[in-house]
């Protein structure tokens, strides 16, 4: 519930006329690529979270395979990303919330009432984790129920009432911006962002009562439930669209609130009143669930040496990483005000979050050499081949995001070297870990130069063609991915776990944790 909560967020209320003014009716196409994408780091996820399952695992991993400076990086991005996405559901609220409460959003974005009015949903959230991950869950799982129920009500309203096979042909075609607007919607159009939530089982996995089992079966799960799900409501969309919708083109569609909208047209006041008021439960939800996970990313940094101390404190009674709470919330509610919609965020969320799975395949196949005495429940099948595949899907949607994007995001990455130097030089960190991480940086460089030379974006140079371009970001993350592999050091954290399991040492991570 908490993966496929995350993943039917505020994505399913806006991601279909978005992805259909990049790709037009081709957008289904973006679905399918992009599940499957998703669902192939997934599997590497499936087995990292079943050897490892403690909280805030995407840190964690690249720490036990590369050490602190890899998992610094990660953890950096992610949560930069985890922050903002509690952000963009509570202005996702907001938006659709302006039916109800008129004076909120205002052309294509919130007014100042409608700021206040989500920095009061973000303090929602926050309270809601503050109880506990109990409350979390009793919360987080009858939301995700009832999330799921409209979207498939939706799905045989627009069946049946307002089907129309000519948009598939006429107006421009089945793919009127060619395959680059299908890749194109991957990365901007919120596709990606919506599959993000497939990772939150894993951030929770220390709390969870059988990780090794529970927590691979929600990941794969999740995203293919997500997979069908999102391209059908793409379909019905398209197909319920009427000729003075698409009057403009494909690109030009423009809807505050698309499948209420298209409901009204079709004369479905009571599914448009249904919308409206899911518009505000589905986003809510999501934002409850990304709340939970931004501090536990914190929580695994710390844990790391390579993050404040603080965020590692937890609440006496409720088991929390309070401070971290705390502080998060400061920084969503002051992330409220330079990305007034959720179109302005969307990109750039769902680069840094991506960027952040390039991890997970190097670390699968590094601990397979470097780990390989370490408990492993869950051995997937053709990882040799899945995780350098996975690499290059995570790289090319990096990619397809655009510069200046990209640029912003991976330029961020960059900037919090600073903070790692400083926590490397105090807690005297070893030296291998920044040999072991020198790949990410150099790797790091090459997407910013890519991007800023390809062809996806605006204002970049365009110095190597289409499709030439996504050859060369492959070939090169191919190089990236095997030096990687190849960079991967026995840390720490695999010689305890080797000796934990082997009976020699203390209780693990994830029993301190939940002891704690």
């Not at 039916?99 to 052309?107: D, Q, W």
């Not at 919120?190 to 079966?217: C, H, K, T, W």
């Not at 971290?324 to 750039?348: D, E």
Request: proline share 5%; net charge positive.
């Amino acid at each position: 519930m908490a993966s496929l909560g995350g993943i039917i967020g505020s994505g399913w209320l806006f991601g279909s006329l978005f992805a259909a003014n990049d790709a037009g009716p081709a957008a289904v196409f973006s679905w399918l690529i992009g599940g499957f994408a998703v669902l192939l780091i997934g599997l590497v996820y499936a087995e990292l979270s079943s050897m490892i399952p403690e909280s805030g695992g995407i840190v964690r991993f690249p720490q036990y395979s590369h050490g602190s400076l890899v998992s610094f990086i990660m953890g950096w991005a992610a949560w930069i990303g985890y922050c903002t996405v509690t952000s963009i559901e509570a202005e996702a609220v907001t938006q659709y919330a302006n039916y109800y409460i008129p004076g909120l959003y205002v052309g294509k974005t919130l007014t100042p009432l409608g700021i206040l009015v989500s920095a009061v949903l973000v303090i929602a959230f926050f309270l809601i984790n503050w109880y506990g991950v109990r409350a979390f869950a009793a919360v987080n799982t009858r939301l995700t129920m009832f999330k799921f129920v409209m979207p498939v009500l939706t799905l045989f309203a627009f069946l049946l009432f307002g089907f129309h096979t000519r948009n598939f042909e006429h107006f421009g075609g089945f793919m009127p911006m060619g395959s680059a607007g299908v890749l194109k919607a991957i990365a901007t159009a919120g596709v990606i962002f919506a599959f993000l939530g497939f990772r939150q089982s894993v951030d929770l996995a220390g709390e969870a009562r059988n990780p090794q089992r529970d927590v691979p079966r929600a990941i794969v799960v999740s995203i293919l439930i997500g997979v069908v799900l999102y391209a059908l409501l793409q379909i019905v969309f398209v197909g319920a669209l009427t000729p003075a919708d698409l009057k403009a083109g494909w690109a030009n569609m423009s809807m505050s609130s698309p499948f209420a909208d298209v409901a009204m047209t079709l004369g479905l006041g009571w599914l448009a009143f249904l919308l409206f008021f899911d518009a505000v439960i589905s986003p809510a939800g999501t934002g409850i669930v990304y709340t939970a996970s931004t501090c536990r990313i914190g929580y695994a940094l710390a844990q790391n040496g390579s993050w404040p101390r603080v965020f590692s404190l937890l609440h006496p009674k409720r088991g929390v990483p309070y401070m971290g709470m705390i502080i998060n919330l400061i920084i969503n509610l002051i992330l409220l005000a330079p990305f007034p919609g959720w179109n302005k965020l969307v990109g750039v969320v769902s680069s840094a979050i991506v960027f952040t799975y390039v991890a997970g395949p190097v670390a699968a196949l590094s601990l397979r050499r470097t780990g390989r005495e370490m408990n492993r429940p869950l051995t997937v099948k053709g990882m040799g081949l899945i995780a350098p595949v996975a690499f290059i899907i995570a790289s090319l949607i990096i990619y397809w995001s655009g510069w200046p994007t990209t640029g912003e995001v991976l330029i961020t990455m960059l900037i919090g070297l600073p903070f790692y130097i400083y926590f490397y030089r105090r807690d005297k960190l070893p030296a291998e870990h920044v040999k072991a991480g020198i790949w990410l940086v150099i790797y790091l460089i090459f997407m910013i130069i890519m991007s800023y030379i390809g062809t996806f974006g605006k204002g970049e140079l365009k110095l190597i063609p289409y499709p030439l371009d996504m050859l060369v970001v492959a070939a090169g993350s191919l190089v990236a991915f095997y030096w990687g592999v190849n960079s991967g050091i026995v840390t720490a954290e695999v010689n305890t776990a080797v000796r934990t399991q082997n009976g020699d040492a203390g209780m693990s991570g994830k029993t301190a944790h939940a002891r704690a």
